[in-house]
């Protein structure tokens, strides 16, 4: 089985999208009645799904995806709390409509209700329904919710922890992923998420979360921003800092996912941060559109990277599915547990 940890929902039928643009017209006129809940039918949700994501998983060789609610909407710079708790909502009852209809090829992972600054209760609620209510085995944990300013502590910070007794509790992993760039200089896809993945690597290095927590588990995606390309400046900045070896302080509980967009980033992820550490995912039908007008080969399209990456069958099947089972161990309760080595 070939396991994607890394999808969005990003082609959500038209009455959910209909249904954000009726919340944010309230939000600008309070005097607009409050919208009902989204009537999106199984049929929408059927020719989205297959249309897109599940049509190209199936032309790629995949098996299955972990999908979530798209991350740039998750919009979670705008204070309204109310807001953020409806609208998390709904993006998570309808990626679990999705885990659903398609059982054997998608899993669902939440979008929690974050705001600037604001407190964690509502998102370790809805952490809470999604797991042991809609059988989740996932979140995002967005670390900055302002959108590029930064107000939140770093993730090594106390007002983090009850979150992550939660997600100790529950046994599921979080996926660092930011939403949208609120800073019109910094670019969302190509600069504020691969900043916010490179920024909390090395808020985990200056601290010691998992001696606090060493059942919590990240996956930081997008090959892990800066870091593998820089990996001996990680390395020697917690040498000169006193920190521990990045392998023996961090590598237990950080993870990286294949969404690097060439053959070469892939080549020297695997190269630098090891098969043990590296979960297969494409980000398909997101950021990254098109082919590589010198390969042919579409650029999310990571699976043909690792293939040639000249790994051995061990490595290959970590990457491609024992890691992500490891990481996300809630999925055994629908396709078993790992094979007895």
């Not at 398609?102 to 939440?110: D, N, R, T």
């Not at 770093?154 to 992923?177: C, K, N």
């Not at 990254?288 to 040639?308: F, H, K």
Request: a negative charge; hydrophobic letters at 40%.
């Amino acid at each position: 089985m070939i396991i994607d940890c890394h999808g969005h929902f990003t082609m959500a039928p038209r009455p959910h999208r209909e249904f954000r643009r009726a919340q944010l017209d309230r939000l600008a006129d309070p005097q607009l009645p409050e919208p009902g809940a989204p009537a999106t039918s199984d049929d929408e949700i059927r020719e989205a799904v297959e249309n897109n994501q599940l049509r190209v998983l199936r032309e790629r060789g995949a098996d299955l995806m972990l999908i979530s609610p798209q991350a740039s909407a998750m919009d979670h710079h705008l204070p309204d709390t109310a807001l953020a708790r409806t609208w998390a909502g709904a993006c998570n009852d309808l990626v679990h409509r999705v885990s659903t209809l398609y059982p054997g090829h998608f899993g669902a992972v939440c979008q929690l209700p974050q705001t600037p600054e604001g407190p964690l209760d509502a998102s370790i609620a809805e952490l809470r329904r999604c797991v042991t209510e809609l059988g989740f085995v996932g979140a995002n944990l967005n670390p900055d919710p302002s959108g590029g300013a930064w107000t939140a502590p770093a993730l090594t910070d106390p007002y983090w922890f009850g979150l992550y007794e939660a997600l100790v509790e529950l046994d599921v992993p979080a996926m660092i992923h930011v939403s949208g760039s609120c800073l019109a200089p910094v670019h969302t896809l190509g600069a504020h998420y691969l900043h916010a993945d490179t920024t909390v690597f090395m808020q985990l290095l200056l601290g010691d979360l998992f001696e606090r927590f060493p059942g919590l588990r990240f996956v930081i995606p997008h090959g892990g921003g800066a870091v593998p390309y820089h990996w001996g400046r990680f390395e020697g900045l917690a040498a000169r800092l006193g920190r521990p070896p990045l392998r023996e302080h961090l590598m237990d509980n950080v993870f990286f996912d294949s969404c690097v967009y060439h053959a070469r980033g892939v080549k020297l992820l695997l190269d630098v941060v090891g098969p043990d550490n590296v979960l297969f995912a494409s980000e398909m039908l997101g950021a990254v559109r098109g082919a590589d007008p010198e390969s042919g080969i579409d650029y999310d399209d990571t699976l043909q990277y690792v293939e040639a990456a000249g790994l051995s069958p061990d490595a290959r099947y970590a990457v491609l599915e024992g890691n992500a089972r490891r990481v996300y161990p809630r999925l055994a309760a629908r396709f078993g547990p790992l094979p007895v080595a």
